[in-house]
């Protein structure tokens, strides 16, 4: 293959990981956004976020788009394939974080008329640590690093006990007081959204590790193709 | 190029066809099985959906092992790209639908030792709804038939009122007694589960009108590659 093929094909594969780093700071930003809507009650700004999601399914169908047609012309394989089929599902996670904050922020315009809403501590808490590892995991990408993905991957578990306490907390609401009802029933769904932010967060940690070294990250129980299937989480 | 390999080619896209309904009629019996167990309270059969899961994940990554191989070796363009472009993003779609199933199939063991389940009668009429929707439109697919797969996108709308009535109904059983509020809180999610459902036949619906005729569907607002995007709801 002659060089200028072979420098053009690496362009390509720069300008997907580029495409891709932006999308991903848009979704962290769409979270973090998004759970502070919530907290602060901002409809207006709920309303932005919600417009501002085409963005990201703008970016997942480009990336997708790119990633198909440098699979049919250029057949990479190996470690560039997998870069390839790794940044598409990437993209589907943001994409999926994206949808999950637009429904936060949904949920924020719902509850506005409602009685002051409560375990509002809890949710911005969790909304905080799933930015972070949402963050994380993208730097992790980045930089073509294994060993900070894991460490996204090995603390889900942090982001499930958060869930866990929410969802609890939001059923002593319901039962001490009906009036937080009906606002405490949507605050369940955030804080499920939140949840599954939290596995999008594991599901690129594992795609990082399988671009990198082609495994699967040890104990997912997966076999090595089975890598890049979603997590299994609704 | 030479008879043999287009008709070698034709027979990897029947294989790929064949394999996603396989995924299809598993996802649709996944869910109408999560509903029952519900219902019946079934705590058993619960558990075995939970463990069947794996086999739609399974299914899904080898549909896109599959797609990308066949991308790399064969270049399709037009039609036949978005034949495998379709079934991959058909099969990321089941895979959800069995996750959303198996989700549910959790809830039922979740809820196994609560008081009598409250609003039983909506979310089966629910489930058996979008059960049926999910099979339409495979049949659909099956039969490369794009009215049938509008028939479905178009009556999204009335999964959607179903899931509305559901939220009501269960808020107010919470309202009324406090001792329903914690398995009328996973009710909630199986129902959003089963509305998120019926929302993957709405995308399955247009990824068969786009594999078809390459158009998006009209009025859905996006363009034509976009419609490979998935729904934004979350």
Redesign the interface.
């Known amino acids: 293959m002659p060089e200028h093929t072979v420098s053009a094909f690496d362009t390509e594969l720069v300008k997907l990981d580029d495409e891709l780093m932006q999308m991903g700071h848009l979704a962290v930003a769409q979270v973090s956004a998004a759970v502070e809507t919530m907290v602060t009650r901002d409809a207006a700004t709920a309303e932005r976020l919600i417009e501002q999601?085409a963005e990201l399914?703008?970016l997942?169908?480009e990336i997708?788009?790119q990633s198909?047609s440098l699979?049919?012309?250029r057949?990479?394989i190996a470690q560039d394939?997998r870069r390839v089929?790794a940044a598409m599902r990437i993209a589907?996670n943001l994409?999926?974080c994206?949808?999950?904050a637009?429904?936060i922020a949904k949920r924020t315009l719902a509850t506005a008329e409602a009685e002051p809403l409560v375990a509002l501590t809890t949710i911005e808490r969790m909304g905080q640590l799933v930015a972070s590892r949402l963050n994380d995991v993208l730097e992790a990408h980045n930089a073509n690093a294994v060993e900070p993905a894991l460490a996204v991957w090995r603390r889900d578990k942090e982001v499930d006990a958060l869930y866990d306490n929410a969802?609890r907390e939001?059923?002593t609401y319901?039962?001490a007081d009906?009036r937080t009802?009906?606002a405490a029933?949507h605050l369940?769904?955030v804080a499920?959204?939140l949840e599954r932010i939290g596995d999008h967060a594991t599901n690129i940690a594992e795609l990082v590790q399988y671009r990198v070294t082609g495994e699967a990250v040890p104990g997912s129980g997966r076999p090595k193709?089975?890598a890049?299937?979603?997590r299994?989480?609704?």
């Open positions: 999601d399914d703008r997942d169908a997708e788009h198909i699979i049919a012309r057949q990479p394939l089929v589907h994409e999926r994206g949808d999950l637009k429904n969802f939001l059923l319901m039962m009906p009802i009906t029933a369940l769904f499920k959204n193709w089975d890049l299937a979603k299994d989480e609704a």
